[in-house]
């Protein structure tokens, strides 16, 4: 990403906090971690780190778009997606947790890590996020090859 992206990338995502300024502080002081307002400008599915890995690997096919702003937290070993805002949105499956309005995420800035927060695939100030399909069929194939690894794992 060069300059302008990840000047772009940082307005984006500091719009999603009450507090702009004070999101942006944040980032630079303190330990680097924000927390944003998720149901305005965008969702976030949270799901099991296995199952995201794979999935945003499924993602990255030269026949997709790009894929959208994917957070890990590693101390929670979760992958998180960011979609578009859809208040009627029913994401069901084993582990998968949707984050919408209401709700608040931990954020990291789109330039660096932040103790155990770091964007996968950092936001470019685009607004461009994961399409619901998309992400459901990648899910969904993820999720059967792994299902399809576990008894060869002892699982």
């Known amino acids: ?36 307002e998720a149901g305005r400008f965008w969702d976030l ?9 794979l999935t945003l690997d499924l993602l990255w096919q030269p026949s997709l778009p790009a894929p959208g702003p994917t957070l890990v937290d590693t101390a929670a070993h979760r992958i998180g997606f960011l979609l578009p805002p859809d208040p009627g949105s029913r994401w069901i499956g084993d582990g998968l947790r949707y984050a919408g309005k209401g709700s608040w995420v931990a954020a990291p800035p789109p330039y660096r890590a ?24 990648a899910l969904r194939q993820a999720n059967g ?8 794992r002892g699982e």
Do not use: Y
């Open 45 to 53: 599915l949270s799901v099991p780190d296995r199952l995201g890995l």
């Open 1 to 36: 990403m060069n300059d302008t992206m990840w000047t772009h990338g940082v307005e984006w995502l500091a719009a999603a906090s009450p507090d702009p300024r004070a999101c942006k502080r944040a980032w630079d002081r303190d330990e680097g971690i924000a927390l944003l």
């Open 145 to 152: 090859t792994l299902a399809v690894l576990a008894p060869l």
């Open 114 to 137: 932040a103790r155990f927060l770091e964007w996968l695939v950092p936001p470019d100030g685009t607004g461009a996020l994961h399409g619901p399909l998309t992400l459901e069929m």
